[in-house]
């Protein structure tokens, strides 16, 4: 992405994050807008979400999000001075939850490693992933 993409695209955070604000969708409520990826061209922007709750409120903020995408996109219009502005587009932010399976894999290595030789063995499938030493298996 060139600068001036990355700085449109910061700036159409902030603006989407304002808008979302007036939204009383109770899908949107606990929204996030998390980046902004604008093409070379700036006629898109795919605008990255994530929101505070279970995985079925996230496939339920997407859809929100594409039944107000309209309504944003006439928001960016009013609150920016591009001649065009990009269509956008949603995609969760996947970042978070690949973060949280990360910290909880993690937190199994831990108790693996605490855990005396005989509990390891019954331990969770984590074990035959990573080895009784806590190295890889190959």
Do not use: C, N, W
Request: proline share 4%.
């Amino acid at each position: 992405m060139s600068l001036r993409a990355d700085r449109v695209g910061e700036s159409l955070r902030e603006i989407l994050a304002e808008g979302l604000a007036g939204f009383t969708d109770p899908r949107l409520r606990y929204a996030t807008i998390t980046a902004v990826e604008v093409s070379g061209d700036l006629s898109t922007a795919l605008v990255y979400y994530s929101i505070l709750g279970s995985a079925e409120e996230l496939v339920a903020a997407g859809t929100a999000f594409k039944r107000a995408r309209k309504r944003l996109q006439t928001y960016v219009a009013e609150h920016t001075t591009m001649k065009r502005t990009p269509k956008l587009a949603f995609r969760p932010d996947d970042g978070i939850l690949r973060g949280e399976r990360i910290d909880t894999l993690l937190r199994k290595m831990e108790v693996v490693e605490t855990a005396s030789p005989e509990a390891v063995e019954t331990a969770s499938p984590l074990v035959e992933l990573l080895g009784t030493d806590g190295d890889p298996a190959l």
